[in-house]
């Protein structure tokens, strides 16, 4: 039986603004998508501390790191007619953000938007030091939780995380938009 949805915030939650800012400000993005993939990777594992992560966005784009988080900020739009589904899936079942993310920017969108109280319980990869797919992530928020893999789904915009929440012992479902997201839950039995 399930007792817990843990949802993904970029791609799920909310736009990837990082990914859509990079396609808008860097020449050849395409060609030097592992290098800021990597560069993602470095800093939601907190393997370069968020303030390096913002010095390497200033000069590959030529901005000031204001610039960059302004605008990324600005391409971060949250889905707000999943928050409210997950609003109404709350009175019946636990919920868990499990995100790869650096810290201060989530911090600061889930302050302003009042988004904290969403989640019963949270795990960001920057404050842990590892990253999806890493089976101690879902370990983490499981236990956080204090649920068996079996009774939690996770949703995720990533099949590469799906299939790690899987080699956990969760189920998972993979995000495309809230549409399908309902009638993947009403799959698991999960109505609202």
């Known amino acids: 039986m399930i007792k817990a949805i843990i949802f993904d915030w970029a791609g799920v939650l909310a736009i990837d603004g990082y990914w859509v800012w990079l396609k808008k400000n860097i020449k050849n993005i395409e060609e030097h998508k592992q290098f800021f993939q990597e560069t993602s990777n470095l800093v939601d594992s907190a ?3 968020h303030s390096e992560f913002m010095k390497i966005l200033a000069r590959e784009s030529n901005k ?8 990324v900020r600005s391409e971060i739009v949250i889905n707000k007619d999943l928050v409210d589904f ?3 899936l709350k009175l019946k079942y636990k919920i868990g953000l ?3 993310f650096t810290y201060p920017w989530l911090q600061e969108i889930l302050t302003e938007n009042n988004l904290w109280k969403l ?23 499981l236990n956080l939780l204090n ?11 990533r099949q590469m995380h799906i ?7 969760l189920e998972g479902i993979l995000f495309i938009n809230n ?4 009638k993947d839950l009403k799959k698991f039995g999960i109505e609202v």
Do not use: C
């Open 98 to 100: 499990l995100s790869n």
């Open 47 to 49: 393997k370069i501390p």
């Open 163 to 169: 299939d790690g929440a899987k080699r956990v012992g």
């Open 179 to 182: 549409v399908q997201l309902v």
């Open 86 to 88: 997950i609003q109404k």
């Open 119 to 141: 989640f019963d319980k949270y795990v960001i990869s920057s404050e842990y030091k590892m990253i999806k797919p890493n089976p101690k992530m879902f370990q983490k928020i």
């Open 64 to 71: 000031t790191e204001e610039q960059v988080w302004k605008e």
């Open 147 to 157: 649920i068996k893999p079996k009774e939690a789904l996770f949703v995720d915009d």
